[in-house]
């Protein structure tokens, strides 16, 4: 198994842009998280998905952070517009259920996002 | 590829011998909790687990240790190796699904030969 996809993996942009974060989490898992994770602030969820719904974005800084996830295989996290604060690494995760005490989050590799 | 901050906590190790790192969560309400692994350039990887009801649980190499009076966690590797080189993670959790997890600071844990 390829494990989960992000892309891209570095994507430098200046602040006001948009920006678009991609995933494709493993196949047959139905469960998909977007973390951040910066040196000030560590490891954060921002938001996850089960059977593609979204359950808890209570971690999404603000309104100009948006995520979807249009089938089993597909999730995107949108910053419009980009500031320099959202600069860090966002991290996709998927696991096969619902349940945590039984199912493993599996990590993507990260993209790195620099706003200028 | 992708790392962790540059001013985590430091534990320096010879190789071969035992290494414990601790961690110190903050809600007492919290069921379950993980200890992640992750190497530089790379995403976290799950390594252990333990819920609220146990106080010990291993694994191959390692162990943890869960103490619910002071909310303090640790992970014990034995035998520790180059390929423990990595900043290690505590996750407490504990809501309906248990999915909505808090994560430690992290301690880098560095493998001297």
């Known amino acids: 198994d390829a494990g989960v996809i992000q892309s891209p993996r570095h994507e430098v942009t200046e602040m006001g842009q948009e920006v678009t974060l991609r995933c494709k989490p493993i196949?047959?898992?139905?469960?998909l998280f977007w973390y951040r994770q910066t040196m000030m602030r560590g490891l954060e969820l921002l938001i996850y998905f089960n059977n593609n719904v979204p359950i808890d974005d209570s971690g999404m800084p603000e309104d100009r952070f948006s995520a979807k996830m249009p089938n089993a295989s597909f999730s995107t996290l949108k910053i419009q517009p980009s500031e320099p604060r959202d600069s860090a690494v966002y991290f996709c995760?998927?696991?096969?259920?619902?349940?945590?005490?039984?199912?493993?989050?599996?990590f993507g590799p990260g993209t790195r996002l620099t706003v200028l | 590829g992708e790392s962790v901050g540059l001013h985590l906590p430091t534990l320096s190790v010879q190789e071969g011998d035992n290494s414990i790192i601790n961690c110190a969560y903050s809600?007492?309400?919290?069921?379950?909790f993980i200890w992640y692994k992750q190497e530089s350039g790379k995403g976290p990887q799950f390594i252990i687990d333990i819920r609220s009801n146990m106080d010990k649980r291993q694994g191959q190499r390692v162990t943890v240790l869960l103490n619910k009076t002071v909310k303090h966690l640790s992970l014990q590797i034995a035998a520790t190796q180059p390929g423990d080189s990595a900043v290690y993670f505590c996750?407490?959790?504990?809501?309906?699904?248990?999915?909505?997890?808090?994560f430690g600071p992290g301690t880098r844990l560095s493998v001297l030969p």
């Open positions: 995760a998927s696991s096969l259920g619902a349940v945590a005490y039984y199912n493993e989050q599996f």
């Open positions: 809600n007492s309400a919290s069921d379950y």
């Open positions: 196949s047959g898992h139905n469960s």
């Open positions: 996750a407490e959790g504990g809501d309906n699904y248990g999915q909505n997890f808090v």
